[in-house]
């Protein structure tokens, strides 16, 4: 188009330059990308012909120089670019007026994404989330029953009154070992034994069962005990 810059490696680096030393964007014509994709497609193409004709020419080397170049400023220019289109678009979405100046068209397209986001974002923020978590509904007046409402014949049941009291072993769950070797110390559900050979104690069945099982001890029967 008629007054547009031709896009080459002194385009892009006075780009460069003008995005990394302003905190304003530079004006660019919408087709500013594609034609710079265009540029580095034929510096590619240059830069094979001569690599297969001589990789170590000076000429080659310049154009892969140049082509190594030109990307990395592409990249930079870029990331520049998009910093600052996201602040502009944060504060358009806030409401306040910004002067925004030509563009790309890719990156119209992602100013004009970043603001319709960000609008919708302070809207949910704002208005409730969707994602959010809804408050649980409060229980139905059927469900809540106090002491004075209770309808006959129905029991109030405290929490503390639905645990369950822990059972106390009895002497019936228990049985007279004799200790035949030492066993390593262990745990029961309330304490650690330790048991030494020809030890003579009182021991839950279940245990007493297994020491009996493993060769470790033996049951001694008690006149008028049911084992």
Not at 51 to 68: F, G, H, I, T
Not at 103 to 116: G, H, T
Request: hydrophobic content about 35%; proline content about 7%; cysteine-free.
């Amino acid at each position: 188009m008629p007054g547009e810059e031709e896009v080459n490696f002194e385009r892009v680096t006075k780009v460069y330059r003008e995005e990394s030393g302003k905190k304003t964007l530079v004006s660019l014509e919408a087709d500013f990308y594609d034609r710079l994709a265009a540029y580095i497609g034929r510096l590619e193409e240059s830069a094979n012909k001569e690599a297969q004709k001589d990789s170590n020419s000076p000429k080659a080397l310049l154009l892969q120089d140049e082509l190594r170049k030109v990307r990395k400023r592409r990249d930079q220019i870029f990331t520049y670019r998009e910093r600052k289109l996201a602040l502009l678009a944060s504060s358009r979405a806030s409401g306040t007026e910004v002067e925004v100046p030509n563009l790309p068209s890719q990156e119209r397209f992602l100013f004009d994404n970043m603001v319709a986001l960000l609008r919708k974002s302070r809207t949910d923020a704002f208005g409730g989330s969707p994602f959010g978590v809804e408050p649980a509904p409060p229980p139905a007046a059927s469900t809540v029953v106090t002491a004075k409402e209770k309808p006959a014949g129905m029991k109030v049941v405290r929490a503390e009154e639905t645990r369950r009291a822990p059972v106390a072993p009895t002497l019936k769950d228990h049985v007279l070992v004799h200790v035949l070797e030492d066993v390593p110390p262990f745990a029961g559900i309330d304490t650690t034994y330790r048991l030494k050979k020809e030890d003579v104690v009182t021991l839950p069945k279940t245990i007493a069962q297994i020491l009996v099982d493993r060769g470790k001890a033996r049951i001694v029967q008690m006149s008028g005990a049911n084992v």
